[in-house]
């Protein structure tokens, strides 16, 4: 839907309200604790909303002109999405000694079980002609004294409405590292009390994979689909760059026979 041109009114509500932050602002190192409490409440609830809009807008400005370049969608899709930490820039960009369950932006959390992680993870921009992302996520690996290293995607609430178990899944990744490594990508779907789990290997002879989960082989319970999310798991990344530089998803109905 478009959206409608600012009217006048609108205008003027909109400097009414950057004035009285203004003076908020003005007056917050002088206020008591007892006002000062209420004041930032209000303003952490106009904070998050500011910066879904400001997220929103520069992962769209910063993509690409031609809207073919955006997620593939095959054949009969119906539903596709790129996560946030390839879509737009998040705030902080990145971090360092990352710890187990780590979250980053609202949709990703770092997993393992390093007792002293030397682990950092940033958000790059993909400036590359053949990059569809505008944004990319690199971890830098070095010792590593744990078992497993994995991300951790959640899935939004549109790609898990509707779901069936003649839906395909399809997950394409761009994944680049300095040394070889095997990467699994596991699908996580919890029905009741019960959560499927699909895993696919990406191929290694490509930083380009394809892979695809099709739900026909699990025990789903259609009636009773509450979250899914993606894992991807790198199996000894020690002294290791991995950058990934787009991760997308994607669903279809399996032809019928």
């Known amino acids: 839907m478009q959206a409608k041109p600012a009217t006048l009114f609108d205008r003027f509500l909109f400097r009414h309200a950057l004035a009285a932050w203004g003076r908020a602002a003005d007056r917050a190192g002088t206020l008591d604790v007892a006002d000062l409490r209420p004041l930032r409440a209000r303003a952490a609830q106009l904070r998050r909303r500011v910066d879904r809009v400001i997220h929103a807008a520069d992962g769209r400005l910063n993509q690409p002109p031609d809207a073919a370049r ?61 990059d569809l992302a505008p944004h990319g996520l690199r971890l830098d690996v070095f010792r590593f004294d744990g078992t497993f290293l994995s991300l951790a995607i959640d899935l939004p609430a549109d790609g898990v409405a509707g779901l069936r178990r003649r839906h395909l899944i399809r997950l394409e990744t761009v994944i680049e590292a300095e040394t070889p490594l095997d990467i699994f990508a596991r699908l996580n779907v919890r029905h009741g009390p019960n959560t499927e789990q699909l895993v696919r290997e990406l191929p290694k002879d490509t930083s380009a994979a394809v892979v695809e989960f099709d739900l026909g082989y699990t025990d789903l319970n259609e009636r009773r689909v509450e979250k899914m999310w993606l894992d991807l798991i790198f199996e000894g990344p020690q002294m290791n760059q991995i950058t990934l530089r787009d991760v997308t998803l994607s669903r279809r109905p399996r032809a019928e026979l």
């Open 70 to 130: 955006g997620v593939r969608r095959p054949l009969g899709c119906d539903w596709a999405w790129r996560p946030e930490i390839f879509r737009g820039p998040l705030s902080p960009a990145g971090a360092a000694a990352v710890g187990n369950r780590t979250q980053f932006g609202t949709e990703a959390r770092i997993f393992h079980d390093c007792i002293r992680p030397e682990l950092t993870l940033r958000q790059i921009r993909n400036t590359r002609a053949e």
